[in-house]
């Protein structure tokens, strides 16, 4: 779970920092202590969401929605509940068994849909050129092109001169 | 410093919330920052709840088991 979470959260752009899973038993007062004393120690030194990361407050919320969109989609759920079990019959709980099958496994479909969703975002404002569109996604070009192409062999957007658009509903 | 961090935490009903409240009766100190959500189980979370933590404004995310 805290491995899929952290994924997602590295492509969002957040520093892995802002996300802790940590453990106290009931009878560790002075862990617990000194587990939430450090975690707030930590935050406060990276500051407000965004801020340690150099992301503005609209590419933020561009890229946190996408990410709100990808984990209640039913292919990333499928897919996480088929990674859970497929752990569960291997047997395998090593933090690498755990980190290499979420790297196959989910990390391409994490990739895909949080751009697809971030472009589709932004299209639906309107026309945009590619290079805006590299540049609130932060994605490579090679990642944003079949993206597009894909969306626009679905009949969504559509090609004109250097922008995209989305297409209109005849 | 200025900055209040706004920290958004899950703590398991039976470790980390029991530890939380063992720590209050012991008078120990700790930071005001955390806004505290308890589950039953910290099974129970799942990245659903922490994006939405992040979405929703909150400057990090504590998940105690």
Known sequence: MAEATKRILEFVGLKLERFRID????????????????????????????EAEGLGREILKLRLEAARELASKSRFRAAYGNLARELKKAGDYSP??????????????????????????????????????????????????????????????????????????? | MGFDPKILSFFCHWCCYAAADSAGVARYQYPP?????????????????????????????????
């Open chain 1, 23 to 50: 453990w106290a038993s009931a009878a560790e007062a002075p862990l617990f202590v000194k587990i939430v004393t450090d975690f707030t120690e930590t935050i406060k030194k990276l500051g407000p969401l965004g």
């Open chain 1, 96 to 170: 690498e068994g755990i980190s290499s099958r979420v790297e196959q496994k989910l990390v391409p479909l994490i990739k895909k849909e949080l751009l697809e969703a971030e472009v589709r975002s932004l299209l639906s404002q309107g026309p945009v050129s590619i290079d805006t569109l590299l540049q609130k996604t932060g994605a490579t070009h090679e990642d944003i092109v079949p993206i597009l192409e894909a969306l626009s062999k679905k009949g969504k957007v559509e090609k004109q001169g250097d922008l995209w658009q989305p297409r209109e509903k005849e």
């Open chain 2, 33 to 65: 920052n955390n806004r505290v959500i308890r589950v039953m189980c910290t099974g129970r979370i799942d990245p659903r709840f922490i994006i939405e933590a992040f979405y929703v404004g909150a400057d990090g995310v504590l998940v105690g088991g």
